[in-house]
């Protein structure tokens, strides 16, 4: 695990458990997380992307998998949001903008872990507030 991945709230993985991320020591080798208290980042592994994951971070189930509402315009029609198919294929989907509400973007990203997936998404939120 990459000690400058993570941010507060992340979602990692010790000893098989799930745990968030409450605290970052100065030098990031010691953690603090929620249930646990400190562990040294050797002991920390990233938390798989799986459909219970995914609901626990607030993505919602839909037919083609799950997805994440960061901006929505109604006047405009434009929508900016985080899709992960059935597959775990990792999506961000951009339907029109002010000045071109027809034109639909889609990015396809390798992303395995759900903290790799919180900061994509709170990466994303600070671009549209």
Same mark, same amino acid.
Do not use: W
């Given at each position: 695990?990459?000690?400058?991945?993570?941010?507060?709230?992340?979602?990692?993985?010790?000893? $098989?458990?799930?745990?968030? !991320? /409450?605290?970052?020591?100065?030098?990031?080798?010691? &953690?603090?997380?929620? =249930?646990?208290?400190?562990?040294?980042?050797?002991?920390?592994?990233?938390?798989?992307?799986?459909?219970?994951?995914?609901?626990?971070?607030?993505?919602?189930?839909?037919?083609?998998?799950?997805?994440?509402?960061?901006?929505?315009?109604?006047?405009? $029609?434009?929508?900016?949001? !985080? /899709?992960?198919?059935?597959?775990?294929?990792?999506? &961000?989907?951009?339907? =029109?903008?002010?000045?071109?509400?027809?034109?639909?973007?889609?990015?396809?990203?390798?992303?395995?872990?759900?903290?790799?997936?919180?900061?994509?998404?709170?990466?994303?939120?600070?671009?549209?507030?």
């Amino acid at each position: 695990m990459n000690n400058k991945e993570l941010r507060l709230g992340n979602l990692v993985r010790v000893d $098989g458990a799930d745990y968030k !991320v /409450l605290m970052l020591g100065k030098r990031n080798d010691l &953690i603090k997380l929620e =249930g646990l208290g400190l562990v040294g980042i050797s002991r920390i592994e990233p938390t798989p992307i799986t459909p219970d994951i995914l609901e626990s971070l607030g993505f919602k189930k839909a037919v083609i998998g799950y997805y994440f509402d960061l901006d929505q315009d109604m006047n405009t $029609g434009s929508f900016l949001g !985080v /899709l992960v198919t059935n597959e775990m294929e990792v999506v &961000i989907i951009m339907y =029109g903008d002010y000045f071109t509400p027809d034109k639909k973007t889609e990015y396809y990203l390798e992303c395995t872990s759900a903290h790799h997936l919180q900061n994509l998404c709170a990466a994303l939120s600070n671009t549209v507030n």
